[in-house]
């Protein structure tokens, strides 16, 4: 019994490590694309508008940079 436990725990475990790597895959994905397009366009970053305050500003990457 215990060992039929600690396999359902285990399961859960990676199963969240593998949604959580996907994600991560993604986010990582979204900015190399993001960097390549303004690399070949030239642009040096990308502006999005603040809906509070209607001002342009540059996008910021997701991990702070």
Known sequence: MVQIL???AV???G???YKRFL???E???????RHEKEAKTGAQGTLVEDPKTGE???EKD????
């Open 15 to 17: 199963w969240m490590g």
């Open 56 to 58: 342009y500003r540059l």
């Open 62 to 65: 997701e991990d702070g940079n």
């Open 27 to 33: 986010r990582v994905s979204k900015s190399v694309r």
């Open 11 to 13: 399961l859960i475990v």
């Open 23 to 25: 994600k991560e895959a």
């Open 6 to 8: 600690l396999l359902i």
